[in-house]
T-cell receptor, first 117, second 118 residues
């Protein structure tokens, strides 16, 4: 079974501050994918990134960056110079690449980020 | 825009009625997934379908819930005799499967259907 923990329920930052959203996961699978999704107030889920377990290279996309550390089972997400439009609930998710439960995304409970102007 | 489409966006049903939720996957996607988002519980997997096949329904409640993805037309999530506890947001996602191996595991979500049972 998989488990994803997002310990931060809510975070508030002032615009232009950097913010890191934490994600810790548990799995017995040796190969798996990790994801981040954004759910803005309008309610849809927006895919942000997929990372596989055998690639620990960090990734940067504009103001977004992701830090994957297999040794600590963490996949943290940092927003640099936050903007009001970043206000949303952010979900971390996991799926094994093969075997039982593959393709099922297991989600954390989400972190609600509020960026204050 | 060929995103995942869901309808209706909002659905109100009285206890005991049936709810039918529809999902049209992204163009070129043949794999469909349904998830439910209950207040305070987060998103939970329900079922995974390919055309005319249920691949994994381990997250579906044993009674009253069913899903299909016919050869033609959208995927349907059907809830019979709805109860207040069924009130939730239901999300559909799609992926290309192994037609695009590099994106096989990337699930793209629709806007959701908010079901309210009165």
């Amino acid at each position: 079974a998989q488990k994803v923990t997002q310990a931060q329920t809510e975070i508030s930052v002032v615009e232009k501050e950097d913010v890191t959203l934490d994600c810790v996961y548990e799995t017995r699978d040796t190969t798996y994918y990790l994801f981040w999704y954004k759910q803005p107030p309008s309610g849809e889920l927006v895919f942000l990134i997929r990372r596989n377990s055998f690639d620990e290279q960090n990734e940067i996309s504009g103001r977004y960056s992701w830090n994957f550390q297999k040794s600590t089972s963490s996949f943290n997400f940092t927003i640099t110079a936050s903007q009001v439009v970043d206000s949303a609930v952010y979900f971390c998710a996991l799926t094994p690449i093969s075997g039982a439960g593959s393709y099922q995304l297991t989600f954390g409970k989400g972190t609600k980020l509020s960026v204050i102007p | 825009n060929a995103g995942v489409m869901q309808n209706p966006r909002h659905l109100v049903r009285r206890r005991g009625q049936e709810a039918r939720l529809r999902c049209s996957p992204m163009k070129g996607h043949s794999h469909v997934y349904w998830y439910r988002q209950l207040p305070e519980e987060g998103l939970k997997f329900m079922v995974y379908l390919q055309k005319e096949n249920i691949i994994d329904e381990s997250g579906m409640p044993k009674e009253r819930f069913s899903a299909e993805f016919p050869k033609e037309g959208p995927s349907i999530l059907r809830i019979q005799q709805v109860v207040r506890g069924d009130s939730a947001a239901y999300f559909c996602a799609s992926s290309p499967g192994w037609v695009e191996p590099k994106k096989a595991y990337e699930q793209y979500f629709g806007p959701g259907t908010r079901l309210t049972v009165t």
